[in-house]
């Protein structure tokens, strides 16, 4: 009797011993599942907080770069090339080529007031915009991508408010092989000087602007652009 009680007694021991051990560890799972949310929530949020910080932008106004993109996609497909002349283009289009003076071309981290529309030369921010497609509301402020045009870039620019259309067809030009590479050393952005012109190219010492842009236009910036790539005072690769 005494030996069936023992091990009635063993027994019992025994299953709560593990209902023990099973309750532990269901407990600490729990515990471990509600660290591991909190740790992806923090990650969610930290996530999200890079993304606004590093993605936001910002007015083009007081930094060198903006929101830009080296691989901006378009719709639309460019008519055949059929002027090759940049001077019979652009008068073919309308539009007035012209070579103003030098300004300058010290550095400096003041404003400048150039005296240009848009602006082709003069002195600049020691930090150039990067070459690519800059969101509308992006523009990079002048002083740095006059510096841009030191070093030998096309600035593609279209007046602000302009179409979506007019903005597509920017970026499909810039999106053209030079030199065997599409977007070669060139910039497409929104006007933030208030010329009158539709849409405009300039270099250093060289522009082009437009009232508009039909066939004939986009022949006359395929064809500044080709004349006058790497054509500034400095090559910067």
Partial sequence: ???????????????????????????????????????????????????????????????????????????VKLPTRRITNL????????????????????????????????????????????????DPGNTPSPEHYVHSLEHGRIELQYKKGSPQRTIDTMTAIFNEPVNGSPGYHALVFENNTGMTAAVAATAWGQMITCPGLDDATIDALRDFRERYTDKGPEFIP
């Fill in 87 to 134: 001077e019979d283009a652009a008068k073919t289009a309308g539009c007035t080529l012209k070579s103003p003076p030098i300004e300058g071309r010290d550095h400096t981290t003041a404003n400048v007031t150039y005296k240009t529309n848009p602006p082709t030369s003069g002195n600049h921010n020691p930090e150039p915009s990067q070459d690519g497609v800059y």
């Fill in 1 to 75: 009797m005494s030996s069936r009680q023992e091990e009635k007694e063993r027994r019992r021991k025994e299953r709560e011993e593990a209902e023990r051990k099973a309750s532990a560890q269901s407990a600490r799972t729990k515990r471990l599942q509600i660290i591991g949310g909190a740790v992806i929530g923090i990650a969610v949020v930290v996530v999200a907080i890079v993304l606004i910080t590093s993605g936001g932008g910002g007015s083009g106004d007081g930094g060198g770069n903006g929101s830009v993109s080296t691989t901006a996609s378009t719709a």
